[in-house]
């Protein structure tokens, strides 16, 4: 038994999640241009190319983070988020974060690291799920599956349908976690109840 498809899926979080933060990111669309979305952006001074408000500062990095725009510049997107994130915006550290593990810029996978840490720490989703991968990985800190476990875990009380597919594995295989199959079953059921396909092909393989 293995990981089902663990690294295609944690490496395509890496590369994509900095699209996927949020819904109301400040991105363009296809009625507006670049510059408009950044007027609209309260504290933010178009003219002066600054931001004066956490709020601020991460879209103005989410929008020359978008490569569709006309504004696209990854280096300046780093700047704008990288103010966000040492005013404790939790979105824009895990947005700087994946920016950072990417192929936009040169990567700097510590920093990235660091940037996770600190929004899971906060409590925030998809920084927890990150965490397990990288942790359980180990291509960017030393390997530790005692720390993925736990951070799947936390993500995994959240209702995160990956960490619990991830973490039920652990418990039935005892990886970073004590053996305990009834957990390991619950967690894949709850899994696939939300429609995680690989929980539900687990549980198949399983029996279940």
């Known amino acids: 038994m293995h990981l089902i498809g663990y690294k295609k899926t944690v490496w395509k979080y890496i590369t994509i999640i900095i699209f996927l933060i949020l819904s109301s990111s400040a991105s363009a669309n296809e009625d507006s ?3 408009e979305v950044l007027s609209t952006i309260q504290g933010y001074s178009l003219g002066h190319s600054a931001c004066y408000n956490a709020d601020a500062c991460f879209h103005a990095g989410v929008v020359h983070s978008d490569s569709k725009c006309t504004l696209y510049d990854p ?3 780093v700047g704008f988020l990288q103010k966000a994130a040492d005013l404790n ?6 947005y700087l974060a994946a920016l950072l593990s990417s192929n936009e810029i040169p990567p700097d996978y510590e920093q990235a690291v660091a940037l996770y840490e600190k929004a899971a720490n906060q409590n925030h989703l998809r920084a927890q799920f990150m965490l397990g ?9 030393e390997k530790d599956l005692i720390r993925s476990a736990y951070w799947y875990q936390e993500a995994a009380e959240q209702g ?7 973490l039920g594995f652990f418990y039935i295989q005892g990886v970073g976690v004590a053996k305990d199959n009834d957990k390991g079953m619950a967690l894949l059921q709850k899994s696939a109840a939300q429609g995680h396909q690989g929980a539900a092909e687990l549980l198949n393989k399983l029996g279940m």
């Open 133 to 141: 991968g990288i942790y359980l990985m180990g291509d960017w800190v």
């Open 160 to 166: 995160h349908a990956s960490a619990q597919y991830y």
């Open 89 to 94: 915006h939790v979105d824009a550290q895990v």
């Open 33 to 35: 241009t670049c510059v």
């Open 75 to 77: 280096t300046k997107a």
